[in-house]
Nanobody, 123 residues
Framework: QVQLVESGGGLVQAGDSLRLSCAAS????????MGWFRQTPGKERECVAA????????FYVDSVKDRFTISRDNAKNTVFLQMNSLKPEDTAVYYC????????????????WGQGTQVTVSS
């Protein structure tokens, strides 16, 4: 059983940056592909970025390409999401998730989830 705890969310202004962290425990972190998702009320959870077990492969949804960077430190059991040039439309609850099998993009394929951290970007 893997436990995931996100941190780093907050209230920022448009154009600012935030760095989200997700600390994992209870499993072998390097065995899991990791994803960052976001969700707003009434909408489906969206994968904004994913990273393979070793960090060699990454995925970004088009709306965050060139602004967000996903990375991981397997020695510290942590995955990060660096968010630059934030926009009001980035406002959401951000979740990290772990997947044993694939660097998936669909939330249904992920095995473990954190509790989420709120990111609010004011205009």
């Amino acid at each position: 059983q893997v436990q995931l705890v996100e941190s780093g969310g907050g209230l920022v202004q448009a154009g600012d940056s935030l760095r989200l962290s997700c600390a994992a425990s209870g499993g072998t972190f390097s065995n899991y592909h990791m994803g960052w998702f976001r969700q707003t009320p009434g909408k489906e959870r969206e994968c904004v970025a994913a990273i393979s077990r070793t960090g060699a492969a990454t995925f970004y949804v088009d709306s965050v390409k060139d602004r967000f960077t996903i990375s991981r430190d397997n020695a510290k059991n942590t995955v990060f999401l660096q968010m630059n040039s934030l926009k009001p439309e980035d406002t959401a609850v951000y979740y990290c998730a772990a997947d044993r099998s694939y660097m998936a993009r669909r939330s249904s394929e992920y095995d473990y989830w954190g509790q989420g951290t709120q990111v609010t970007v004011s205009s």
